[in-house]
T-cell receptor, first 113, second 117 residues
Framework: GENVEQHPSTLSVQEGDSAVIKCTYS??????FPWYKQELGKRPQLIID?????GEKKDQRIAVTLNKTAKHFSLHITETQPEDSAVYFC????????????FGRGTSLIVHP | GAGVSQSPRYKVAKRGQDVALRCDPI?????LFWYQQALGQGPEFLTY????????KSGLPSDRFFAERPEGSVSTLKIQRTQQEDSAVYLC???????????????FGDGTRLSIL
C-alpha cells in the first residue's frame, strides 16, 4: 500500500531462531496496527494487533512493538518453528480517519528445520 | 460460530463474461470489506459496507466492478465484461466495527480465485 512499507520481503531462519518483520506508516493519526498470517492458499488470519496507546504487546511466542515517534511497528517471533512458515502482512489505517486498512506487501517467512 | 464464507472458491471465465462472487459475513458483523489480492501481494482495498450502505468504493478499479449488500448481510461483488487483469483472489472480510470506529479486527474468508482466460 502507498502508506505502509514492509521489510524484508523474504526472511529465512533456522528453527529456534527469532524473526523480526518491520512496517512503517505515514499517517501519525493511525491508531490500530494488526498483523496477519497467510498460509499458501488460505485466508489471512489475525495473529496479533496493537493499539496506539501501548508500546508493546505479547502473546506467547509472538510480540508486536510500536514506535509512534518513528512511525513504525514490528512483529517479533521467538523460537521459530517450521509451522510459522507463511506470508505475514502488516496493516495500518489509510489516511483520512476512517478505518480502511492499507496492507503491506508481505514478508515470506521460511523456517528451516 | 461459522466464519466468513465465500463462494465459489474458484471461478474460471472467458474474457468478456460477467461474474458474481458471494460473501457471507459472520452473523452480526456490521462492517464488510472486499479486497483484491494479486499473487505475491497484500490485499488491496476495493470497497466497504456498513450494514447495507456502501460507504467507500474508492478502490474499485473501474465501473465494471459493482458491489452490493442489499439486506446488510450477504454481499455480492460483480465484475462485468471481465478482462485478464481481473484475475486475482478476491477476499471478503467482516468486522463488528461501526462507522469511524477503528480498532476492529477483521475476519477474512478463504477468497475466490478468479481466472480470466
Amino acid at each position: 500500500g502507498e502508506n505502509v512499507e514492509q521489510h524484508p520481503s523474504t526472511l529465512s531462519v533456522q528453527e529456534g531462531d527469532s524473526a523480526v518483520i518491520k512496517c512503517t506508516y505515514s499517517d501519525s493519526a493511525s491508531n490500530y496496527f494488526p498483523w496477519y498470517k497467510q498460509e499458501l492458499g488460505k485466508r489471512p488470519q489475525l495473529i496479533i494487533d496493537i493499539r496506539s496507546n501501548v508500546g508493546e504487546k505479547k502473546d506467547q511466542r509472538i510480540a508486536v512493538t510500536l514506535n509512534k515517534t518513528a512511525k513504525h511497528f514490528s512483529l517479533h517471533i521467538t523460537e521459530t518453528q517450521p509451522e510459522d512458515s507463511a506470508v505475514y502482512f502488516c496493516a495500518a489505517p489509510r489516511k483520512g480517519g476512517s478505518y480502511i486498512p492499507t496492507f503491506g506487501r508481505g514478508t515470506s517467512l521460511i523456517v528451516h528445520p | 460460530g461459522a466464519g466468513v464464507s465465500q463462494s465459489p472458491r474458484y471461478k474460471v471465465a472467458k474474457r468478456g463474461q460477467d461474474v458474481a462472487l458471494r460473501c457471507d459475513p459472520i452473523s452480526g458483523h456490521v462492517s464488510l470489506f472486499w479486497y483484491q489480492q494479486a499473487l505475491g501481494q497484500g490485499p488491496e482495498f476495493l470497497t466497504y459496507f456498513q450494514n447495507e450502505a456502501q460507504l467507500d468504493k474508492s478502490g474499485l478499479p473501474s465501473d465494471r466492478f459493482f458491489a452490493e449488500r442489499p439486506e446488510g448481510s450477504v454481499s455480492t461483488l460483480k465484475i462485468q465484461r471481465t478482462q485478464q487483469e481481473d484475475s486475482a483472489v478476491y477476499l471478503c472480510a467482516s468486522s463488528l466495527g461501526v462507522t469511524g470506529i477503528v480498532s476492529q479486527p477483521q475476519h477474512f474468508g478463504d477468497g475466490t480465485r478468479l481466472s480470466i482466460l
